[in-house]
């Protein structure tokens, strides 16, 4: 099949240099102020609780208050002739993507997030990017499940508005110049139900989005030749899976996720075939209210090229869907500001408060259940939990104490003579 690509006079690219490289990548990370994903509304980045790609079921606690920035890249070299010229040429075509995403936590059931792309390139005449691309909203309606119970469940409503100046782009999954919308149903298990993001966790999505794109034409007015317009709203299919290892200050996860057309796009559309991809990743935790993310999306499939652009000149070379991309992202929480200066001593000291409140409501569901052998395994592996909590809470009280009694002997001797 064809491929529009548009001449490589007016392709935005940096030469193969090595200054070129990590000059627009530097760039992309300057401009947000800190260290993306896709224009697909599922793979957007997730800045509230759970995996990067992948969303849990998990809604952040009332009145929090999340930030993430984030910067992603990806770069290929592409050979062509020139007109009039004998061999070719080669230059490297590059994708770069940067956004922010703001989560708030409603209530105990509701989380909204809204997720603007500042950045992205467009590999087009002109300037070759969107300054201020398109901006999703979206509705998380979740951690339901009992208490104590290691599965939650939840919904996420999202909304896309086209606020960007070009659409259907290189490298990029599909977007038209319309506003779409779409479901996502997801699903937690957690290890630790009491404090999920301390244990080991798994997370499960299956989506459904309508781009809602009919009469759309996907290239630009300076190309008169293209008359195919789409005729049936374009619709997909996303799933993803995750699985998260947290420990004291690194987060390991592992990610699948990707989407399948229940309805393609026309074929003048770059993106109009289904993928998957991998995503290892990690966090660090320098602070409580701090985490700063790295992540890698190596796609599995679909090497296939469906599209087709007749009559217009083409790099054959490059790929509809990136091959691989990195991700550089940090994320904050704003609010509460009490986060800031809470002690381990004090969370400890809450979580035994926690765990106590958790024991009476088990011991009250023991009684009114048959299953008391499986409701006493339950209150065991929660003593054993607390346990554990307070044995490192009175290592923290005796340290204090040993601290204190030795400032006292210091200030209570007397300066040698």
């Not at 509701?110 to 390139?121: H, K, M």
């Not at 393609?264 to 990690?282: F, M, Q």
């Amino acid at each position: 099949m064809e491929r529009l690509i548009y001449s490589p006079s007016t392709l935005r690219f940096r030469s193969g240099a090595v200054k070129g490289i990590f000059g627009r990548i530097l760039i992309g990370a300057l401009f947000l102020g800190l260290c993306g994903q896709t224009t697909q509304a599922w793979s957007q980045i997730n800045a509230g609780r759970g995996p990067l790609n992948v969303r849990s079921a998990w809604t952040l606690e009332p009145g929090y208050l999340t930030l993430s920035t984030y910067t992603r890249f990806f770069g290929k070299v592409a050979k062509f002739a020139q007109p009039g010229q004998l061999g070719t040429n080669a230059i490297t075509v590059w994708d770069v993507q940067g956004g922010l995403s703001l989560n708030y936590g409603i209530s105990k059931h509701f989380e909204a997030s809204l997720l603007p792309i500042l950045y992205q390139d467009t590999n087009r005449g002109g300037k070759g990017y969107n300054f201020l691309d398109d901006m999703f909203l979206f509705l998380k309606i979740g951690s339901f499940g009992s208490k104590g119970n290691s599965l939650s469940y939840g919904v996420n409503l999202g909304v896309r508005f086209p606020t960007a100046k070009g659409h259907n782009v290189l490298f990029e999954p599909y977007a038209a110049d319309k506003t779409g919308f779409g479901i996502n149903a997801l699903l937690s298990y957690a290890r630790d139900p009491l404090y999920p993001e301390d244990a080991f966790s798994m997370h499960f999505n299956l989506g459904y989005w309508n781009h809602n794109d009919v009469g759309a034409k996907l290239t630009p007015s300076s190309f008169p030749k293209d008359t195919v317009r789409v005729l049936n709203m374009t619709q997909e299919l996303s799933y993803g899976a995750a699985l998260l290892f947290p420990f004291e200050k690194f987060d390991f996860r592992f990610e699948v996720h990707g989407w399948t057309f229940l309805q393609a796009p026309p074929l003048t559309a770059y993106s109009r075939e289904s993928v998957t991809y991998v995503s290892p990743g990690v966090s660090y935790k320098p602070y409580r209210w701090m985490t700063m993310q790295l992540n890698a999306d190596i796609r599995v499939t679909n090497t296939a090229d469906k599209t087709n652009y007749p009559g217009v000149s083409k790099f054959a070379s490059l790929p509809n869907y990136a091959n691989w991309r990195i991700t550089l992202g940090t994320k904050i929480t704003i609010l509460p500001t009490s986060l800031y200066a809470i002690s381990e001593r004090d969370i400890l000291m809450k979580r035994a408060e926690s765990r106590r409140e958790l024991f009476e409501q088990i011991i009250k569901e023991q009684r009114e259940t048959e299953s008391a052998e499986e409701e006493l395994e339950r209150i065991k592996d929660e003593r054993r939990k607390a346990e554990r909590e307070l044995e490192r809470l009175r290592r923290i009280l005796e340290g204090e104490a040993e601290r204190q009694k030795a400032e006292q002997g210091n200030g209570n001797s007397e300066p040698p003579r």
